[in-house]
């Protein structure tokens, strides 16, 4: 099988970026949620392990450069195959295969490494395009992430890998005869990414992450939301952010890069979930609302479903534009009227609350 190089425009099929365009790609499918059955599907999670790391490409060209990383005990190396490094567009596939197994997880089914999926459902939900050029960069991505080496003893789920392994183990593809397009797709995720997902050890991104257009976009928003955390805030200096980006470009054009980032960021305020700015080679995220917010106002009640703060992180991606601190208020004032009634999973029913509250009265 013959893979082509990468193409100049980003793997959803766009030109290269121009100034004068969007800082966001198009919503591609507006009505995505008619395609995908669990609302907690459409939820994008990701691994702490492979945000942390620079264990993907930013480059738009073929990387076949040996990446060797080092922080504090953790080092990592990453094996290009002969047409290249698995790159950030391509991690699209393990975040919406993390995905998946979360929300089975949720739903109190049994995980499993092999993730069974539709490809044009991946495809909407990571907001690529569905033609057949969308089905062809697919197929290129999986061979990339297929043919990607590991070696690092970064440990996952408290077990430390001391040996080499692929981002995922193996894929397959069934294809319909009448066009050549996939139809429904196997990963085999590898052991360090399940255990990743078993663990829990994922973040929720917010869904404006896949309209990011530039690869050092998503990687640094991946890093803000890695390391923000519970803060208001996160500092970094450029040097170490350019390590952990994996950037090879000499520093005084990543430093240029980064402020563009910064510029278009306070012009269009395109960076999901945080403000970013730059200041004496320091970079600084700054959180556009605190998962610690308190609710405006205290309610009457004194008993409420605990929920954990990751939830509404989840909460924000279906009912965006809301304040999810005010949904849970009315939702707990339901819950009160209703008698308290037990809930087998005060979360889900939760995200099912805001869910429909945005289907009834979308803002955005």
């Not at 264990?55 to 080092?70: G, H, I």
């Not at 991104?205 to 690869?215: A, E």
């Amino acid at each position: 099988m013959t893979i082509a190089p990468l193409p100049s425009f980003s793997p959803n099929g766009d030109a290269a970026d121009t100034a004068q365009r969007d800082p966001l790609l198009p919503v591609r499918h507006p009505n995505q949620d008619l395609f995908v059955c669990d609302v907690l599907d459409a939820i994008p999670k990701d691994d702490m392990a492979s945000m942390e790391h620079p264990v993907f490409s930013l480059s738009t060209k073929p990387d076949t450069r040996l990446r060797r990383y080092q922080n504090n005990d953790a080092i990592i190396e990453i094996v290009p195959s002969g047409i290249g490094l698995a790159t950030i567009h391509d991690k699209d596939i393990l975040i919406y295969c993390i995905s998946q197994l979360v929300a089975k997880m949720n739903r109190g089914e049994e995980p499993s490494r092999v993730v069974r999926l539709q490809a044009y459902d991946l495809l909407v939900a990571t907001n690529r395009q569905t033609s057949g050029e969308g089905y062809r960069l697919l197929s290129d991505a999986l061979t990339r992430l297929r043919g990607t080496t590991i070696r690092t003893n970064i440990k996952t789920g408290n077990v430390e890998e001391t040996h080499g392994f692929g981002l995922i183990e193996e894929f397959k593809i069934r294809k319909k005869s009448f066009d050549g397009r996939m139809l429904d797709l196997e990963v085999s995720l590898s052991d360090w990414v399940y255990r990743s997902v078993v663990s829990k050890n994922v973040l929720t991104l917010h869904r404006d992450y896949f309209r990011l257009r530039k690869p050092l976009e998503r990687r640094m928003y991946e890093l803000a939301r890695k390391h923000c955390g519970m803060q208001d805030e996160w500092a970094i200096g450029l040097e170490l952010l350019q390590k952990k980006c994996g950037s090879n470009s000499p520093q005084r054009v990543f430093r240029s890069l980064v402020k563009k980032v910064c510029e278009h960021n306070a012009a269009h305020e395109h960076f999901p979930d945080y403000a970013v700015s730059i200041t004496d080679d320091m970079v600084r995220f700054q959180k556009r609302s605190s998962l610690l917010a308190k609710p405006k106002a205290e309610p009457e009640w004194t008993s409420a479903p605990p929920l954990d703060p990751e939830v509404f992180h989840d909460a924000k991606t279906v009912a965006p534009g809301y304040d999810v601190y005010v949904l849970y208020e009315e939702w707990v004032s339901w819950w009160h009227d209703m008698g308290k009634p037990d809930l087998k999973s005060p979360a889900a029913a939760f995200i099912g609350f805001c869910k429909k509250r945005h289907e009834r009265k979308p803002l955005r």
